[in-house]
């Protein structure tokens, strides 16, 4: 089988291999093709007459698919799968298999890690002894920012999946309550120190708002103006599930008037960071560059996971198909 992945780099810039692919059948990589769904000519030349065809952000819309007919398998190296036209897909015949399960646990880490960096800013103060400001100090001690100390607070976590149970584990271990809001409650796993409410009730109580949900047409730009008005004054926001669920110059009104105290966010509303994006140089507000599913072992079972969707194509009983 002639296998093509077209946007490879990101997945494995170099510290995993692409063996378990090569067992697998005639393997080119290519680290990048395009973002841009308007470059099919380039997209289709890559594909050229292979079979099986990953991708991670590079589109594969029904006009590239109605131009490359020897395709009998699309694996999508991620969890969402809006780049691939899935519609198109199945009338041609094709399934789409994504990875749905790899980051749970690292997802979760980078939106506690986001909080804590919030909380204690230790980028910043070991920037400042760094360049020798405790050397100057005349006391024992010193802070830059004020800290802040999580037991006893509440977060608000909407969307209690996989990723948002994990965070509520750690938050609980933070000595933290928990609320949670969700389209389908599980009262399985309320406890204590976890409940379920309503999403207003989260904004007017919790301390901390952290965004675990899939982005939906009803669910973009949920954080705007009129839902940070119903939070507490000096809430903290964390956002490393999809950046469109923000209105950005709304939170960055909220965050230089002092409503929102600080936000901490792995993903924001174009991607890779445009010039002028309205958030750089807010300094209550940190960014890192959608790095949250990233850590080593969380590739390496993205990798393994895409290996085996294509090995169950080829043995007739395809698993993770998005578009049955």
């Known amino acids: 089988m002639k296998i093509v992945v077209l946007d490879g780099y990101t997945l494995n ?49 029904k006009e590239i698919l109605s131009k490359a007919p020897n395709i009998k398998f699309i694996g999508v190296m991620a969890t969402g799968f809006n780049v691939v036209d899935t519609e198109a897909a199945k009338e041609l015949g094709i399934p789409v298999c994504n990875v749905p399960i790899y980051g749970t646990a690292a997802v979760a880490q980078t939106a506690i890690a986001l909080l ?70 599980d009262p399985s796993v309320e406890t204590e120190t976890l409940r379920y409410t309503t999403l207003d009730s989260l904004l007017e109580k919790s301390d901390v708002v952290v965004l675990h949900c899939p982005q939906t047409p009803t669910n973009t730009g949920m954080i705007n103006r009129e839902s940070i008005a119903k939070m507490k004054d000096g809430v903290m926001i964390i956002n490393n599930s999809r950046g469109p669920l923000i209105v950005e110059k709304d939170l960055v009104e909220a965050l230089k008037s002092g409503k929102v105290a600080g936000a901490g966010l792995d993903v924001i509303m174009a991607e890779p960071m445009p010039a002028d994006c309205p958030l750089v140089g807010i300094d209550n507000c940190i960014i890192t560059p959608h790095l949250s599913w990233a850590p080593l072992a969380s590739r390496a079972r993205l990798m393994n996971t895409a290996v085996q969707n294509l090995k169950a194509f080829m043995d007739g009983q395809p698993v993770n198909v998005v578009n049955p």
């Open 116 to 185: 804590l960096e919030l909380c204690h800013h230790v980028g910043e103060h070991n920037r400042a002894v760094q360049q020798g400001d405790w050397i100057k100090c005349e006391d024992y001690c010193f802070w830059n920012y004020p800290l802040i100390e999580l037991d006893g607070m509440t977060m608000g976590i909407i969307g209690l999946g996989r990723i948002g149970r994990a965070t509520a584990r750690l938050a609980q271990a933070l000595g933290m309550n928990v609320l949670a809001y969700d389209e389908c409650e």
């Open 13 to 61: 810039p170099g510290d995993l291999n692409w063996d378990g692919l090569k067992a697998l059948g005639d393997v080119a990589v290519y680290d990048r093709t395009t973002s841009d769904p308007a470059k099919a000519d380039l997209i289709l030349e890559r594909i050229g007459d292979a079979e099986a065809v990953y991708t991670n952000k590079t589109p594969l819309t």
